[in-house]
């Protein structure tokens, strides 16, 4: 099975990743995480996206704040999609690990999701791979209308409480 990457710049990132892990899990998604920093680590992050290909990886989600430049060092090394998950940091509440995230340069383009949007990176990578692989089209598609039948169950809910009463 295809398999997705996640790396974060720091292992206090990890509270965020847990939903993007959780999601992988729940669709059954092979995953493998580390902790690579584009600062301190540049020729570990070279290395890796050089070689996630081969060792099987089909989509790298890269985790980080405040400088958060990991995805786009990723993204530079691989043809592979990256998504980066900006993490919210203690200076602009992860203003700055989002734009850092979304203003790529023309040729290494990188899938941005909201600031701590862990589960929608897993979400958008279960998606990439669903391109390929109808098992998880199929759960996308039942995923989805949970989620639409939950909504439409809240909203029986709301009714009942709000014109019963009357």
């Not at 995480?33 to 540049?42: K, N």
């Not at 985790?63 to 919210?88: D, F, N, Q, R, S």
């Not at 979304?102 to 862990?118: K, L, R, Y």
């Amino acid at each position: 099975m295809a398999k997705v990457a996640i790396v974060m710049g720091s292992n206090s990132d990890l509270p965020v990743v847990k939903g993007a892990i959780d999601v992988l899990k729940s669709f059954g998604v092979d995953f493998e995480a580390h902790v690579i920093s584009a600062h301190r680590t540049p020729a570990k992050a070279e290395e890796f996206a050089k070689n996630a290909k081969a060792s099987g990886v089909k989509v790298i989600i890269a985790a980080a704040g405040k400088a958060a430049h990991l995805g786009g060092v990723i993204a530079a090394y691989t043809t592979l999609p990256v998504i980066a998950l900006p993490i919210k940091s203690s200076f602009m509440d992860g203003l700055d690990s989002l734009l850092s995230m979304v203003q790529m340069p023309t040729g290494i383009p990188v899938a941005t999701v909201g600031v701590n949007g862990s589960d929608n990176a897993g979400i958008l990578a279960v998606q990439m791979l669903a391109l390929s692989d109808e098992k998880l089209s199929e759960a996308l598609e039942k995923f989805k209308a949970d989620m639409a039948a939950a909504v439409d169950e809240k909203d029986k809910k709301l009714q009942k409480e709000l014109y019963d009463n009357i």
